[in-house]
């Protein structure tokens, strides 16, 4: 199969990759003929595992509670976030970030792991102080300790 890279715009073949057993579970990449290679499926959406916490409303308000689906949705399709959004918890652990959404009367935090094919939801919460409770954070690091577990 011939197409155009859309990368050089150059003509393009399909391969496929043999280093799985079954041809259910081969992935499909795509080279040019200058070995552009791309992946299909890197457009997919990675799921979001809730470890805790939840976001509707109340107590979130209805333009808070878009703007965090808005950020988590971001996260699912591969975009990095950075400050104003999202900032690194290296305290909580390595590829540790928390998501800032401001609300009418509160400022609230969602602390996420980036899994290589997840985003883990370690924790909700109202942020009251300017540093991140450290029984958050203990949660957060337990939280993470069951997940890597599994």
């Not at 509670?65 to 699912?76: C, D, H, N, P």
């Not at 996420?112 to 690091?141: G, H, M």
Request: glycine letters at 4%.
């Amino acid at each position: 199969m011939h197409t155009v890279c859309k990368l050089m715009r150059c003509q393009i073949q399909q391969a496929v990759c043999d280093l799985m057993p079954t041809n259910l579970n081969k992935n499909l990449f795509v080279v040019c003929r200058k070995r552009h290679i791309m992946n299909p499926f890197k457009n997919q959406v990675r799921p979001l595992i809730w470890s805790q916490g939840e976001i509707k409303t109340p107590p979130f308000s209805v333009q808070a509670r878009i703007e965090a689906g808005t950020l988590l949705r971001q996260l699912q399709r591969g975009h990095k976030l950075s400050m104003p959004h999202s900032r690194p918890m290296p305290v909580v652990g390595k590829a540790c970030h928390e998501l800032r959404i401001t609300d009418e009367n509160r400022i609230w935090r969602i602390v996420y792991f980036l899994d290589a094919d997840s985003i883990v939801i370690l924790d909700v919460f109202a942020k009251t102080s300017n540093q991140t409770p450290t029984e958050v954070i203990d949660r957060c690091k337990a939280r993470l300790g069951q997940y890597k577990s599994f």
